[in-house]
């Protein structure tokens, strides 16, 4: 097995040296001239500085521009943050592009509503619905079991094509469906029907306070459970999907998404399908072409620039010091200040006159973050996988994963990437680093990068060729490649660049509103107080909509509003909602309670 050395500081460097400009200028080419809005005549005191080239704060550009602002971006590394995809370094030959990597997988599921509102704004070549238009819907997903037949869930939505199983896959299907259905006893699954049923009934009131301190494995009774109803219901729809332990997970968070889950699968409020992904790699079919239309409306860029403090003089923001690419301090004023960088490197920023001055800041130190990270292999030979996610929620370090080139209808991934020997990309997110492997023994943060890559492809080969049938072989292996942010593995302190924010029991109430008590000052990120409660593209995107609404009264601007929009509440659970709120009130759980 054969990858790349690459670390953060050696890949960092050249990313710097060519994001610049290179990529969405080679997009900026091939979009019609008619695809760039105008931007709005910009009014006297509207300088807006922006720091963070992510979802949040391209998002914060992207709606200040089109309201006449003068918006400049700072991003310390590469314009689209942990949602963007990057080259794998010296893999093109012969005139092709490099193969594509990325910090982890994409998934666009119809519960967002902010982000495809964004998507659809972003011009797209021959797409009338710009960027939107590059989503596609996977036919199924599935739980992947370990020394078991692995669950496969078809995802069925208006001119959904089921996936086309032969006989023996038919078989494998419906023995999986016997085997989980046998695994997790009926009263069981009743209890965990009811425990949704609670849920989906209780008001708001009941959610904050109460559901968001119970730990999601304590409100499910997991310790009292099956093996199949612990790695299932509660460690398979956390862990995994969302890189929180079920035994500290909100059940505030995590019941929220699964009943906006359970409503997109009835097609009810929904944007689109349930589980939906890009038709290319993220930067080409999303990334590059929102830069190119920021560029078209007037947005300055800055990459390489790291934000260090927010200096606070006389009841506001006096500046923003940031080091510059040559790792010189330099000072840059703006009227107004978006931070949309990540929490843990947005708190080093906040100075005790700033924390002073708005108390959430400081709250915001009790907010938690996590490894979830991505690591790509490149096939030489089309797996016989599924056509959609596996969850492979027996594996210990609690994987998950897509083989990528079929969803990509217009590439021809050996004609278009690498060497020409790969075929296709399997994308996999590791989501637990503090658990042994099963090759060496050792967590993730105490393997090498080799090690890593190694125990990641034994794990999947554990729960993907154990049945009879070989799906993965060493054979077929060409290459590996793991996000670059990640460093130090197999040392005493590894460090990662691009955490992930989770949601212990407690979370909601230290997240930050987007506009803080500092008149100069707004906050976007997947860490803001948000609907979604949960960090995700649509919460990132969702806050930043927010960050920019508060400048706009701030400002007594005249511009219309951003549209934030919530997720879908079932109104026929009104009534039943407002009871509890009455039971809430004096002091009786929800009525469907049983405990």
């Known amino acids: 097995m054969h990858g790349t050395g690459t670390t953060r500081r050696s890949f960092v460097a050249g990313a710097a040296a060519v994001t610049a400009g290179a990529a969405s200028a080679a997009v900026a080419a091939t979009a019609p001239a008619s695809a760039a809005t105008p931007a709005a005549t910009p009014a006297a005191g509207t300088d807006v500085a922006v720091f963070g080239g992510g979802v949040a704060g391209l998002t914060a550009a992207h709606e200040l521009a089109e309201r006449g602002f003068r918006v400049t ?13 990057m080259d ?8 092709r592009r490099p193969l594509p990597a990325e910090h982890g997988f994409r998934f666009i599921p119809g519960i967002y509503h902010n982000l495809p509102d964004t998507m659809r704004r972003i011009p797209f070549p021959g797409n009338a619905q710009g960027v939107w238009d590059n989503l596609v819907a996977p036919a199924e997903m599935s739980f992947a079991r370990t020394g078991r037949e692995d669950l496969r869930i078809p995802l069925p939505w208006p001119g959904h094509r089921p996936a086309q199983l032969t006989f023996d896959e038919l078989r494998r299907a419906l023995e999986a469906f016997v085997d989980t259905a046998r695994g997790i006893p009926l009263a069981e699954a009743a209890y965990f029907v009811n425990r949704m049923l609670v849920f989906m009934t209780s008001c708001q009131q009941r959610r904050d306070e109460t559901w968001e301190r119970t730990p999601w494995w304590t409100y499910l009774r997991a310790e009292r459970m099956s093996y199949d109803y612990q ?34 699968a009835l097609g009810r409020g929904a944007d689109g399908p349930l589980d939906r992904i890009l038709n290319a790699p993220t930067n080409e079919a999303w990334i590059d072409p929102w830069v190119a ?14 934000l260090r403090d927010l200096p606070f003089t006389d009841g506001r923001v006096s500046g923003a010091v940031l080091e510059d690419p040559s790792g010189a301090r330099v000072t840059v004023s703006a009227d107004h200040y978006v931070s949309a960088v990540p929490v843990e490197h947005a708190r080093p920023t906040w100075g005790p006159a700033l924390r002073a001055a708005d108390p959430q800041l400081g709250r915001c130190d009790a907010l938690e973050t996590d490894w979830m990270t991505g690591i790509q292999f490149y096939l030489t030979r089309k797996a016989p996988l599924l056509h959609g996610h596996l969850n492979l929620i027996d594996s210990p370090w609690s994987l998950t994963a897509i083989q990528q080139a079929e969803h990509w209808p217009h590439r021809d991934f050996p004609r278009d990437y690498g060497d020409g020997a790969a075929v296709d990309c ?3 997110d590791v989501s637990e680093w503090d658990r042994p492997g099963i090759l060496y023994g050792r967590t993730a943060k105490e393997c090498t990068r080799e090690q890593v890559a190694r125990e990641v492809w034994a794990q999947l080969k554990a729960a993907l060729n154990d049945t009879g049938r070989t799906v993965l072989s060493d054979g077929d292996l060409h290459s590996w490649f793991l996000d670059p942010g990640v460093d130090g593995l197999g040392t005493p302190h590894p460090t990662n660049e691009d955490q992930l924010l989770v949601h212990p029991v407690g979370t909601f109430h230290n997240r930050p509103s987007a506009g803080t008590r500092i008149p100069n000052l707004y906050l976007a990120g997947d860490y803001v107080a948000v609907d979604i409660d949960l960090a995700t593209m649509e919460g990132a995107n969702a ?7 508060a400048l706009l009264d701030r400002t007594g601007s005249a511009a219309p509003r951003c549209t934030v929009r919530k997720l879908f509440e079932a109104p026929e659970l009104a009534s039943l909602r407002r009871t509890d709120l009455f039971r809430h009130r004096l002091g009786l759980r929800n009525a469907l309670d049983l405990g």
């Open 426 to 428: 399997v994308s996999v």
């Open 73 to 85: 971006v700072y991003e310390r590394r590469a314009l689209g943050g942990k949602a963007r995809s």
């Open 293 to 306: 239309h920021l560029r078209s409306l007037g947005v300055e860029f800055r990459i390489g620039w790291t």
């Open 231 to 264: 790695r299932v219901l509660a460690v398979g729809l956390t862990r995994n999907i969302v890189a929180t332990k079920a035994e500290e997970a909100s059940t505030r968070t995590v019941a929220t998404l699964l009943e906006a889950f359970l409503f997109n």
């Open 543 to 549: 806050s930043a909509r927010q960050a920019v609404n």
């Open 88 to 95: 794998v370094p010296d893999s093109a030959r012969g005139g």
